[in-house]
């Protein structure tokens, strides 16, 4: 080898495996490599499987084409299907010279293809090629592999920052209003619950992936979060609301909009769950005939969101004692919800409702308040 193509420090002492049936070739290739890589024979295309998977691994293999049991055509496709060596680069040593034989070999998965007699100097020049190359593709996977648990880890960070954060939103609505107790992570569990067998009945399966129904699960402790912004004169009050009190207490959806809205803005960038967050705050007392507020939307022009919130913080009120009201058992409840289908409720979601109910009793009795 000239002084050009002698090993770099770093691969000096690589392990190469030289698989022959013939112990002559195994002392001919381990005399022209020992000193320059640490050698490991094997006299059969079993045993060469063997000595690959296990630890020291060998940085490149030598392979005969021509062995009995197993070829080296097999030997080099089973390397390449198993995941612990497919990243080994093999080398074909064999005495056949046809093309179809060398086409083969690489077909097989083989980095090259070299001819017997062996010229030593052409042996330990592809051997420095193909180690230095291996050695360059596993400094990038090793890389890749680090950005890649570095994005996961930032990701996982963020997705906490995230959780937290509508944490400690939804229980700033939560402290103004304390007789609500367990009353977001019902409303929550409601949702999804919903969302759920919406997509398993094929309903809304485009718009309801894994990720969109997650976004729903996280978003829907926000959807009172207007109510920071109502009077506790009117937000406590233990009695009827007089006119102008409801009147006030119905800017509630449009103050979380504008919150979420103003938080949109600070972080510069639109954010998925902020998006369904501010749909569901802003709809969710929207009713399907029209009658509901902010705006009075009908039908499917209410964000499918708000109108699978409508159902669940009704049904969740309905079966809650406040100061002014007693609480209702599940029955009267779900006899109210199918009554509201069609007027104040989706009829597809009622439906829904109704096929998951028992999951909505478990959840009730899961998070009931003290």
Not at 131 to 148: G, P
Not at 198 to 207: A, I, Q, V
Not at 345 to 367: G, K, N, W
Request: overall charge negative; charged content about 30%; hydrophobic content about 40%.
């Amino acid at each position: 080898m000239s002084n050009q193509e002698k090993p770099q420090d770093d691969l000096l002492l690589k392990r190469v495996m030289v698989v022959d049936d013939s112990a002559d070739n195994l002392i001919l290739m381990a005399g022209i490599l020992e000193g320059t890589y640490k050698v490991k024979v094997a006299k059969s295309g079993p045993r060469a499987l063997a000595l690959a998977a296990v630890e020291p691994q060998p940085d490149l293999i030598l392979l005969d084409v021509m062995m009995p049991e197993m070829d080296g055509y097999e030997v080099c496709e089973r390397l390449k299907r198993n995941p612990v060596t497919s990243a080994i680069p093999v080398i074909f040593l064999t005495a056949r010279t046809a093309p179809e034989d060398e086409m083969h070999a690489f077909r097989c998965g083989a980095v090259d293809f070299i001819t017997k007699p062996i010229n030593p100097e052409v042996v330990m020049s592809r051997v420095h090629a193909h180690l230095q190359a291996k050695l360059v593709a596993d400094l990038l996977r090793d890389k890749n592999d680090f950005l890649e648990d570095e994005v996961q880890r930032r990701t996982q960070e963020l997705m906490a920052i995230q959780d937290v954060t509508i944490r400690i939103m939804s229980s700033l609505t939560q402290t103004r209003d304390n007789e609500t107790g367990n009353h977001i992570r019902r409303t929550q569990n409601y949702v999804k619950i919903l969302a759920l067998k919406l997509k398993e009945r094929g309903l809304y399966k485009d718009l309801l992936t894994d990720s969109f129904i997650d976004s729903l699960y996280k978003s829907a402790p926000l959807h009172d979060i207007g109510k920071v912004g109502i009077p506790d004169s009117i937000l406590l009050k233990p009695g009827p609301l007089t006119a102008d009190e409801w009147d006030i207490m119905c800017t509630h959806p449009s103050l979380g909009k504008q919150a979420i809205e103003r938080a949109e803005e600070d972080l510069g960038l639109q954010v998925n769950f902020l998006r369904v967050a501010k749909e569901i705050a802003y709809s969710h007392h929207e009713k399907w005939d029209g009658s509901g507020y902010p705006l009075g939307l009908s039908g499917t022009e209410i964000p499918l969101p708000a109108r699978l919130m409508a159902l669940a913080d009704v049904y969740d009120a309905l079966i809650s004692r406040r100061v002014y009201k007693s609480d209702m058992s599940h029955d009267e409840a779900a006899d109210i919800i199918q009554e509201g289908s069609g007027r104040h409720f989706d009829p597809d979601i009622v439906d829904t409702f109704l096929d998951a109910q028992d999951q909505f009793f478990e959840v009730a009795a899961r998070y009931a308040d003290a």
